[in-house]
Structures are given as structure tokens and as C-alpha cells.
């Protein structure tokens, strides 16, 4: 009988691995794929792609039997070298190729070009071709950098007494009374795609007081804009007792500062390659939503349009005002309209056509929407009915309510927007892995 | 201007915070929901839930100004009182209240008694009151638990120099290119709900070598049974430059032994309390899948019925066979006929009759499913065509194969049935906390 003990021979190399191994020279083995060939007639520079980086091997023909007319780019192959420290080169050393056994080859060539420094394509080229364009650096870079931000996302919150949830994504009614929902039949019956865990996750918070749950989520919006998606990647808590909304917001910063310290340990290669500039989160300024309507309109000189929203060009010029003014990458816009917010967010008790809640813009847009939320049976039922709404069909939900909940609230964060705004991109398509929009669903 | 610092002043009391305190007695404050209350006339036992257990507290008249006639079960409060160790009661310490400030009060009593100790409910009533029983101890332990094998998970991988990825659910095909999927409308196109992140995680190898991803798939199977869900959470991950299957088995194991240590230490208290059983995993026996339907069959003088495919029976019955011989709750059954196999599928060159895949049972229950993948473009359009399918339909899929890949392979859990064979459940349904079968869909 032959058994498994958790001990496989299938070692990784690394870029430090190497970076250590050159220190004192000597030979090297490690397995990757060959990003760039650069023939030179009786030697070649291979560039090589392994796990966590790119370097540069030499190969010559004395050294070698392996004939380079063999190895094409895009080869994956196990490679054997001499190591030796060099500080001009990307990584920090160079290999001297002794051996070379292709493990696989490539069918076509690459559809676009991966291995020129930038990306030279468009922002549909990039999609179309995205099991290739993922391959640059500048793309494997961004999506380790996004897979940070989610580490320090549950790491934080589970220093913080949060158990994390899995709750479904097809349910029975559109969560939020509302449009942009997709339909789908469901064996015989209506479903719908979660638009946000918001039900489960505030019914978990009479389960577990602190909760949060990373998944997708599903907007049929029927606009294309740079910043929307029809599914994303949603950071979502919600939290129990708190004395005031604003214990969310102080969460959601502990959450930011603890991240951005992890990305500049942790993430340090790949903040450099992309030369990102980390937002300043020590504090972050809150402005009330009619003052900033105000402040806005003064400064620039500009008319309010809609007195229930901010406009994108609104969120544009606070951020700029918040980045001159008081350099700060973060405003949190809080007590939003009452119109404008859902069934279930709590009213301000000084003035009831405003919420307890709150945006966080980063540099210009909005990343979050939090708030606190009714805990009230009967206060909830009303704000339904109040909104035009049944009750009957939030039956399961107000089940919460009946049998007791505490003062409550959270957030959900747009993963995928909080990176566009940390690289600076202009559209957020670049910040999904596989994006999906009213005309995309592949790949 | 106000700022947020990340400080908040909501301070989070913990089992373990009290604990502490009651060393040295004195006054402690908390907050938490009354889990249940037994009135003695002039005193009063007070069975409070906070965010990570239960104790007792003792109310007495002349001890407070606070009416016992005020508060009921699942009322939300905060609490102060004097705190002693008492070895006798549950938590190892009791608190006589001082103070008792009610936060929200329920407007019905529970419609499910969750404070009895063990859950007398019925499984449909137990789902059908999910945000009642939800609180009881038994299902808050359950749920904390499986948090802690999601968090292994990601830990072990993390430490294996993986990459967390997210892929879209919302895809163009049908991945496998079979029946038990989801449909929908999706703009005017047809889409479907992804029954795995099969194919984006083998892309993704090309990117980073080493993926996963924990997220929800959904299957539109068309029979209820005991370990069946049409939407569950899946653990997977997929690794590239693997020397053979087994590396991946060996990863598994790893990922497994990982995990069952961090439950030990981190969630000791959840597993006392459910007195869960451990598997032992420090080794797990492998054996081929002809061989063990053959040994089955003579041990327990059984007819075959299915060549291809392993019956729900015999799958409890190598489980029987491998606790009994081998004192193992793990058995890894592999080489599984390339007929009951997807189409990419590596087969086994020594016999294509079989693949090089695997399940992984446990206590009788397959939980994982994996196996290499075909990782040549011509080799994977002529096993398309081989299983009577179009190229076409995969030609984004293809796109990998075509531009390289390393050989590679991965695997799929079922975090429900795992937690379900882990607690010794009858039916998978008790471990979701949602969870959706063709006749429900709510909670």
C-alpha cells in the first residue's frame, strides 16, 4: 500500500531563493517558463518567468548540449545554472545555463506581445487576450498586489474578533426591493443573484456579533462606464453593538492602515515594479454630505445639479480638495440623504431626512458604502412600507428584527475599485481578473 | 474637521478576557444577548451570549436598580457586574450583575428553542428558523469551525507559495460542457453560472504557477439527496510543474495536516464543545481504483454494479475497509476510467483506459475530486473531439494550451461535505448556513 504524507519532492525556487544562492555562487536548478529569448548568435539571453519574478540566464553552446533552436518563448522548461551575485541585473544576479529540459511547448505564438516592459495594447486587446496579457509583469504585479489587500482585509478583521461567512448568491427576492437584479429560473421557480450579502451578513451578526465575507457579487446594470462592473469582487463586515456609526468607519480605517503596512512589507517587489504611490491613511477627514455639497460648489465655483447624490464630478473635485487641503487621499462623506439610501439604513434621529451613513471616496471615487442599519422590528417595518415596499416579501429577513438584534451596521468595499484608484487606472476592466460588462463574459 | 484614526473605543470583551479577569475578581463590563433566563423569584440566573461563548450571571434585587421584569431572552444589553472564577460553571466563572442597560428587546420569542443544550428540531425546521438556531451553541461552534478549515486552507497554500485569485461566476459556456447547469439571461445572451473555476484556475497557472480560490459554485442537479447542494463553497487550487499526480495528493495531505493543527489550537473550545472526533492525517493510503472496487467486492462479498464509477455504498464501504485496516478516515482513490473523467483529463499513459485523477473519501464521503490535467493543445483538441464535443466552444479556453503551459493539476473540496463528514452529519444541509436545494431558497 502506498501512502501520502503531506511531504512532496516538488520544490519551489524562488526569487530570494536565488537572490540567497547568489551570495556565494554555485549551481542552481529551478523550473519556469521562457518570458524572452534575445539570440545573439553563439550565446542567447533567456529571460526567464518563474513563480514570483523574471531573470536573466545566459546561454552558450560550449556550455551546454541543449541546442537553443529547441526553445521558443513561452516554453516551460526545468533549468540547471551557475548563479553568481550582478547588480545591474533585474533580480539581482544572473544564471549560466548548464542544462535545459523542455517540459512543454507552445502551439502559437503569443497573440500579443507580454515581454516588452509595458503593455502596448488596448484596453479590449488586454481582455480579449487575457491568459496572455496576465503573464506581463506589470498585470501579475497588479493582481498580487489585489490579492494582498484581501489577506490584510481578513487578517485585520480576524485580529478583530471577526469569523468570517459563506452565504448564497441565489436567493429568493431581489435583496434591495430593486432594478439592476439578474433573473434567473431556479427549478421552476424566480431566483436572483445576490446583489450583496447584506441580509445574511446583518443575520449574522445576531449569530457571531462581528462577521465579514469575501465573494462575488451581481449588478445588472445596464450602463458602461469606467468604473462598473456586472460582477465584483465585494469586501464586505458588519458589526454588532456598536455606540455610533462611526465605530465603522474607525474599522474600515484599522482595516486600510493595517493593509497598506502588510503591501509595504509583504508586496514590497511589486509596489516597486509599479512604482505605486501608497495613499496616506494615518487619518482620514469626515465631512458631512450637505457641508461638502457646499464646500464643493464654493471652492469651484459650480452648481448643485442633484441635491440627493453626489456627481461623479463632485467625487472628483472633494477628492482634490481633500488632497490639497488637508493631503489626504480618503474623505469619508457621511449622513447621506434618506432618499437615496435603502430601506434598511438608520435615520439620523436629529433630522430624518438624513441616514447614519457614509461613503469612502479614494482619491476621487467612491470604494465604500457603509452605514448602520435598523435593528427595530417595527421601526423596520415601517421604513418598508415607507419606501413603497411590502413587508410580506421581506418576511425571511424580518425575522432577524422580530427576534432581537443588536444596534448594527457595516460596509461593503468594491475590491476591484479600490485597486483602479490605487494604480491610478482609468478604467476598472483592468482591475478584474476575467471582467464582465454588457458585452463581456469571456474569457 | 473631524478624522477617523482607527482607534475605535468599541471595545470587543472575549471568553478569554474574562477568564482572565475572574483570577483576580473585580468589575468587568460586556456586552451580549440574554440566551436565557431563569427567574428564582428574589434572584435570577442570567445565561449571557457574547461574541464567543456563554456564561452565567446572577441578577438580585438588592444588587441592582434594574427591573428582572424588563428583560427578556434574546434581549441585547450591556452588562456590568463582579466577576469570580467558578470552577463548576461553563466558561469557569461567574458574574453577580451590577448593572444592566438594554440595547433592543425582541419583538417575539423565538420561534425555535436554541437554549436547551442540544437542538431539538427537525432538519427543515432547523433551516427554515436559520437566523434563530443559528444561535444556539452547537451551530455557532459548527460555523466557527469551518471558518477555521478555510482559513488552513488559505494559510497552508499561502505558506506553498500560492496566490489567491478571483474568477467570474457569470461565464459564456457551460464549463464541462454537460447538464446540471444554470441558465440565465444575460443582456440579451445566454450565460451560465460556474459549476467550478476550472478552467480560470488552469489559466491562472500560466500567470502565477500556483493558484486558489475559495468561492461558491452552483450545480442545477435535478435530485435531492443527503449530500447534495445546488450552490456550495468550493476550495481549490491548482499548481503547475507538478513531476506527477501524486504532488498533488501530497499538497492535499499537507493542506489537511495544516488544518487539523489549527483547529487543536485555535478552536480547541468549539471542538470540546461538539466533542469532534479529529481524523488522523499523517498519512493517507492511496490506492487505484480497479483495485479497490476488486478489494471491496471479495471483502464484502459484493456484486459490482457500476465498473466506472464508484456507488454511494461502496464508497461507504472502502471507508469501513480503510478505518478498519489501515486506522485511516482518509482513503485516496485514483486512476479513476476516463469515461466518467471530463475531457481534461490527462489520461494515463500506461493505460488510457484510466486518467490520472483521483477522489479523496473520507469516513466514506467523497469530498475532493482532482487529477492532472492535459496540458497540450493538440492533445487537448482531439480528446474535446474524442468526448463528441466541438473545439469551438472552448476555443477561449484553449487559448492556454495553445500558448503554453507547464504540466499541471489541481483539486476541488467541498467545504460542506468535508464539515459534514467531520461532525458526523446525516446530511450535508446541516453544514451550510444557507444552504439552497431545488425546494429552498430561503432563508
Known amino acids: 500500500m502506498q501512502f501520502t504524507n503531506g511531504k512532496s519532492q516538488n520544490n519551489i525556487c524562488t526569487m530570494q531563493n536565488l537572490l540567497t544562492a547568489s551570495e556565494n555562487g ?69 544564471v549560466e545555463l548548464t542544462g535545459i529540459e523542455i517540459l512543454s511547448t507552445p502551439n502559437a505564438v503569443m497573440p500579443v506581445s507580454i515581454n516588452k516592459g509595458k503593455l502596448n495594447a488596448t484596453l479590449d486587446t488586454e481582455l480579449n487576450y487575457r491568459p496572455a496579457t496576465l503573464r506581463s509583469g506589470i498585470l501579475r504585479a497588479k493582481f498580487r498586489i489585489q490579492e494582498g ?102 474599522m474600515e480605517t484599522g482595516f486600510l492602515q493595517y493593509t497598506i503596512n502588510l503591501l509595504k512589507t509583504d508586496y514590497k517587489s511589486e509596489l516597486d515594479f509599479l512604482k505605486v504611490e501608497l495613499p496616506n491613511v494615518e487619518q ?22 442633484d441635491p440627493n447624490d453626489l456627481e461623479p464630478e ?30 434598511y439604513a438608520m435615520e439620523d434621529p436629529e433630522n430624518t431626512k438624513y441616514t447614519l451613513s457614509f461613503d469612502l471616496l479614494f482619491r476621487g471615487t467612491e470604494i465604500t458604502t457603509g452605514g448602520q442599519r435598523i435593528h427595530d422590528y417595527n421601526e ?33 468595499i468594491g475590491l476591484e475599485r479600490l485597486c483602479m484608484r490605487l494604480f491610478n487606472d482609468e478604467n476598472v476592466r483592468h482591475n478584474s481578473l476575467f471582467p464582465r460588462d454588457m458585452n463581456r463574459l469571456e474569457p
Chains 1, 2 share one sequence.
Open 26 to 94: 554555485g549551481e542552481v536548478s529551478f523550473h519556469g517558463s521562457v518570458h524572452k529569448i534575445r539570440d545573439m548568435g553563439d550565446f542567447a539571453f533567456i529571460i526567464v518567468r518563474i513563480i514570483d519574478g523574471i531573470f536573466q540566464c545566459v546561454w552558450s553552446q560550449e556550455k551546454t548540449d541543449f541546442d537553443i533552436k529547441d526553445l521558443k518563448e513561452e516554453c516551460c522548461a526545468k533549468f540547471k545554472g551557475n548563479i553568481r551575485a550582478d547588480k545591474r541585473a533585474p533580480g539581482g544576479f544572473e
Open 284 to 305: 482620514i477627514p469626515c465631512v458631512r454630505f450637505s457641508d461638502v455639497k457646499e464646500m464643493i460648489s464654493k471652492e469651484y465655483n459650480r452648481k448643485v445639479k
Open 149 to 250: 489587500i484581501v489577506r490584510g482585509f481578513r487578517d485585520y478583521l480576524h485580529s478583530q474578533n471577526f469569523t468570517e461567512i459563506h452565504t448564497p448568491k441565489l436567493i429568493a427576492n431581489a435583496s434591495e426591493g430593486g432594478a439592476n437584479v439578474f433573473k434567473m429560473d431556479y427549478f421552476g421557480k424566480k431566483a436572483y443573484l445576490a446583489q450583496s450579502p447584506q441580509f445574511y451578513k446583518q443575520t449574522m451578526v445576531g449569530v457571531y456579533e462581528r462577521v465579514f465575507e469575501v465573494g462575488p457579487v451581481f449588478r445588472a446594470e445596464k450602463h458602461s462606464t469606467a468604473r462598473h462592473l456586472n460582477e465584483y469582487t465585494s469586501l464586505d463586515f458588519e458589526m454588532g453593538y456598536i455606540d455610533s456609526f462611526e465605530d465603522i468607519m474607525e
Open 314 to 343: 463632485e467625487e472628483l473635485l472633494i477628492g482634490k480638495y481633500f488632497k490639497e487641503k488637508h493631503n489626504s487621499d480618503f474623505v469619508f462623506v457621511t449622513h447621506y440623504p434618506a432618499k437615496k439610501r435603502p430601506f
Open 380 to 412: 423596520q417595518v415601517e421604513k418598508i412600507k415607507a419606501k413603497g415596499l411590502n413587508p410580506d416579501e421581506f418576511e425571511s429577513y424580518l425575522m432577524i428584527h422580530k427576534i432581537g438584534m443588536p444596534p448594527h451596521g457595516g460596509i461593503g
